[in-house]
């Protein structure tokens, strides 16, 4: 098997609350490949969205290291890290939140136009991606003009536009209804699997777990100092 | 009790907002509080000195000599009614006092300066003890001795004179008052937008806990009313150190406004003219910030959208266009005045909508690709902004715009008040010619002198003018008007060199002929023209003249008539008489001691050139301090209402610029990002305020000051300006940005607690 284009070990990490040192997370270990789909699931506040923003550098662990498509991350946090974080996101690693992943002044055309100009695509193409997940005749409207279905296949249109190594998507479905979060994510899985990238997805939703190759319970692994 | 505490939580979790919304309200009132107090000083004053001063006489002595306490003695034990009027002059802010004696009134009955006779009616007038005990602390004082009627019988030694602080200024000075109004208006317009946009803001954020209230079974009248209880006690409390701040920058601004008065007008800010603290302006405060934000619950809703429509700014262009026509051919000063509000109405109305289509609009031509998607981005982020932000960016943009207009006007004046203070100080010195002095021995002796270089004799005096044969001046046929006389003689090389506003060929050849120059504010004032024959009334001798030139006579509001001296006749009468020597190859100590010899008089006041250049100067710089001072107070107003909307705006986008970041942007191409919006946002503004600005000080120069003062400048242009403006444009968007990146690191941190 290839090397993963994920490997975290030995993650930890914890948050000030009440004056007390609260652990979060403490010595995590695990991997994911190319093509892999790996489900993180847990109650509130178990932390998979600290999880998710470990993983792409929006926040610092306190203890491990995270080596994402070749480039290696500690805990000691180099002063180059920041901007080799930065240029992980902006080239590889795709992030999908629950809603308002799209610049409101900007058209669905140019919200996947300006993601994949950050990860330095300059070839077209945007608008094929958008009707590749049904937007085509909605690629000129503006966020507040669309469904919350569409707003998040668009968010999808964008992170595939900039041909990411790595997806981690962060309760993408959690604010659509059944059914339409049932076609976003038949288009998450879909893409995933066509484009061959890896995907994390962090959710409450047990049906959309069950689609991943794996799962990831955080509330079966009790940080140790935790209550 | 609960529903109060739920109402007021918003401001418990943004107390900033809270704060920046009473900031408002406190500087508000003071630039109000502030501008009220001086023109009320002013208004009072002028209304005081005609009052004390209304068809007045004194008693003078026919020797020349000053008024004494013997002479008050002597004229009372002659039986003449008269009483003592002792001038005390102190430095503003406290202002002139006059010392009368109540007793010495009683023969004066009810024309009794002061009050009614026996009794005092307050400020300016105090006891004569108090003024004597005034006069001992170094304060220059004058005594003067009114006299009850025009026809006392007075003993040997002594004459009647007219009664006058000053010249008549007419309807001058109710313009000066009415400029002063519209400055106030102004302030109130500008300080009222950025109360309402603050106010707007933090409405806008607290709708959802509003609508929240109202699912939970609380009417929306209620919400209103919580509203417009909250608003009252916050108006109520900043009101008060508001009006005590305003009452500090009238005293710290008073000087100056005295030396504008004094020096436009020749009116004496005299003390105790207005009250300590002005509640009234506190009350149209009040009333102000109430309708300003509570407005949206009166218009209904459909105007309102109305107004952002386009069938909107159609009416907002014709209210523009409206406006500009009315400047531009008022015959009046209200009309001027109406016409400007028109425009900055129809301005403001058009600029927020005009600046976002614009950004839009590059947005659009930005590339699809290369930079093209982060420019498109942040221009559309910037017409939002316009948008938003329309309250105090019409602020800002009328702030700057009335900035630039004023520095405009006033750096104006001072260049053409300096060459034309140049032309009029030609000579080296001026000798004045000392009360019952015979000014033509001493004019004989000058002439006499070898080796002097070129001098003339100046005689002020009054005349009276009336229209001449075409009978088109000065309004009925007959009628004639007062004007200050202003004759020299000989007319030589100390005046050939003035620069006249309209003359005819060789025009000081032909004021030696007998021809006459007026000034510039006699010939607007009843549309003389030069060439318009013209009756002049001296000293009972009427004669029949012509306008030779018209010439500039700034800072003053009297109509003037120059003439040669030699054309004087024989039992004129000057009020005042000096001389404007130029020594050559003699030294003036020695003129002057001859002069002194020929009046008998051991010392003769000399005046040196460099003195009355600098006395002229400082009065002109305090005269216009004023008017710096409000219109810049008004623009740091704007700016920091600019600043603390831009940096709570920020808070409803600040999640954008965190998602740029998630999406891989470095935080130092997020910094840039933010500085380019806010100083594109802010330097923007200041483009647009450019027209603005520029016609509002060819309003000024061209359409108010002649109608308000008489006169007219020059139009000029000052880019540098601009720039300052611009820099301080990019100064406050930079301090925006600054405070949108702290905003931005809290919001990071927070978020990480939280997760």
């Keep these: ?227 | 009790m609960m529903l109060v505490r739920a109402f007021v939580s918003h401001y418990r979790r943004h107390p900033i907002q809270l704060a920046a919304l009473a900031m408002m309200i406190v500087l508000a009132t003071m630039l109000w509080t502030g501008v009220t107090v001086l023109t009320d000083q002013a208004r009072n004053s002028l209304f005081q000195s005609e009052e004390a001063v209304a068809a007045r006489v004194h008693v003078v002595r026919s020797d020349g000599e000053p008024i004494g306490v013997n002479d008050f003695v002597a004229l009372r034990l002659a039986g003449a009614c008269i009483a003592p009027w002792l001038e005390i002059q102190r430095p503003p802010p406290e202002g002139r006092v006059i010392g009368i004696d109540l007793l010495a009134m009683g023969c004066f009955g009810d024309a009794a300066p002061g009050g009614e006779a026996g009794t005092l009616d307050g400020a300016p007038f105090v006891d004569i003890s108090e003024a004597v005990r005034l006069s001992g602390e170094e304060y220059d004082s004058r005594l003067y001795l009114l006299a009850a009627s025009e026809n006392p019988a007075l003993p040997d030694g002594y004459a009647l004179r007219e009664f006058s602080l000053g010249p008549a200024t007419g309807e001058l000075a109710d313009s000066f008052l009415l400029n002063l109004d519209a400055l106030s208006l102004l302030v109130l317009l500008i300080t009222g937008l950025l109360v309402r946009s603050v106010h707007r803001l933090g409405i806008a954020q607290r709708q959802h806990s509003f609508d929240l209230l109202h699912r939970f079974g609380v009417p929306r009248r209620r919400v209103r009313q919580l509203l417009a209880l909250e608003l009252v006690v916050l108006t109520g409390v900043c009101v008060l150190p508001g009006l005590w701040l305003g009452a500090q920058l009238a005293g710290m601004l008073g000087g100056g406004f005295g030396q504008a008065l004094d020096s436009l007008f020749d009116v004496t800010l005299y003390a105790g003219s207005t009250e300590s603290l002005p509640w009234q302006a506190a009350g149209i405060m009040v009333l102000l910030v109430l309708a300003v934000c509570l407005v949206d619950w009166v218009v209904p809703q459909t105007w309102q959208d109305a107004a952002v429509s386009g069938r909107g700014q159609l009416v907002a262009v014709a209210v523009l266009l409206v406006g500009l026509a009315s400047v531009a051919l008022a015959q009046g000063l209200a009309g001027v005045f109406l016409g400007t509000a028109l425009v900055f109405a129809g301005t403001g109305w058009l600029t927020p909508g005009l600046l976002a289509i614009l950004a839009q609009r590059r947005a659009d031509g930005a590339e699809v690709y290369g930079t093209g998607p982060l420019i498109r981005w942040r221009l559309r982020e910037l017409a939002v902004m316009f948008r938003h932000l329309a309250l105090p960016v019409v602020a800002l943009q009328f702030a700057m715009a009335t900035v630039l207009a004023v520095q405009a006007l006033v750096t104006t004046f001072e260049n053409t008040f300096e060459d034309w203070l140049a032309q009029r100080l030609e000579a080296e010195f001026y000798v004045q010619v000392p009360p019952g002095a015979d000014a033509s021995l001493a004019a004989k002796r000058l002439s006499e002198l070898e080796g002097i270089g070129p001098w003339h004799r100046v005689i002020r005096g009054k005349a009276r003018i009336t229209a001449g044969d075409s009978g088109k001046a000065m309004g009925a046929e007959g009628e004639s008007v007062s004007a200050d006389l202003f004759a020299l003689t000989p007319i030589g090389d100390l005046v050939s060199d003035w620069t006249l506003l309209a003359s005819v060929d060789q025009p000081w050849q032909n004021l030696e002929r007998g021809g006459v120059m007026i000034n510039e504010q006699l010939a607007r004032r009843h549309r003389i023209e030069v060439g318009d024959p013209l009756r002049i009334l001296l000293a009972g001798t009427e004669a029949s003249t012509s306008v030779v030139a018209i010439y500039a006579d700034y800072g003053r509001p009297a109509g003037e008539v120059l003439m040669s001296g030699a054309e004087l006749p024989e039992n004129f009468s000057a009020r005042f008489e000096s001389f404007s020597v130029n020594p050559g190859e003699l030294a003036m100590a020695d003129i002057s001691e001859q002069l002194g010899s020929i009046w008998n008089t051991p010392e003769v006041t000399v005046r040196d050139n460099a003195s009355i250049r600098a006395l002229a100067s400082q009065v002109f710089s305090q005269t216009f301090l004023l008017t710096r001072a409000i219109s810049i107070l008004t623009l740091v107003l704007a700016a920091v209402a600019l600043l603390i909307m831009g940096w709570v705006f920020f808070t409803t986008r600040v999640w954008y610029f965190r998602l740029l970041g998630i999406w891989g942007l470095p935080a130092s191409a997020i910094r840039s990002q933010l500085r380019r919006l806010s100083v594109t946002l802010t330097l923007t503004v200041t483009i647009a305020a450019l027209p603005l600005g520029i016609w509002l000080t060819w309003v000024l120069v061209s359409r108010i000051n002649p109608l308000a003062f008489g006169w007219s400048l020059p139009m000029d242009l000052y880019p540098f300006f601009w720039l300052e403006l611009g820099a301080i444009a990019v100064l406050t968007g930079l301090v925006i940005a600054q405070l949108m990146r702290r905003q931005l690191v809290h919001r990071v941190s927070d978020k990480q607690v939280e997760a």
Excluded at chain 1, 42 to 50: E, F, M
Excluded at chain 1, 189 to 199: H, K, S, V
Aim: charged residues 20%; glycine residues 10%; negative net charge.
């Design chain 1, 1 to 227: 098997m290839s090397s993963p284009v994920l490997a975290v070990d030995g993650l930890s990490k914890k948050f000030i609350s009440a004056g007390q040192r609260v652990p979060v997370l403490s010595g995590l270990t695990l991997g994911v490949h190319s093509g892999e789909s790996l489900a993180i699931v847990g109650r509130s506040g178990s932390g998979k969205s600290t999880l998710l923003n470990l993983l792409c550098g929006l926040q610092k662990p306190d203890e491990g290291a995270i080596t994402v498509v070749g480039e290696s991350f500690d805990s000691s946090g180099n002063s180059d890290s920041d901007a080799r974080w930065a240029e992980l996101r902006r080239r590889s690693i795709g992030v999908v939140f629950q809603d308002a992943n799209l610049m409101p002044a900007l058209s669905l055309l140019e919200n996947v136009r300006l993601r994949a100009h950050l990860a330095g695509l300059t070839a077209g193409g945007e608008r094929d991606w958008l009707e590749r997940l049904g937007l085509g005749a909605e690629a000129d409207r503006y966020p507040d003009q669309v469904s919350g279905g569409q707003a998040q296949r668009a968010a999808l249109a964008m992170v595939f536009a900039m041909a990411p190594a790595l997806i981690l998507a962060d309760e993408p479905t959690g604010s659509l209804d059944r059914h339409t979060a049932d076609e976003v994510a038949e288009c998450l899985f879909t893409m995933q699997r066509d484009t061959g990238c890896a995907l994390i997805l962090a959710t409450h939703d047990t049906a959309l777990a069950t689609r991943c190759d794996r799962l990831l319970d955080l509330s079966a692994v009790k940080p140790s100092g935790a209550g």
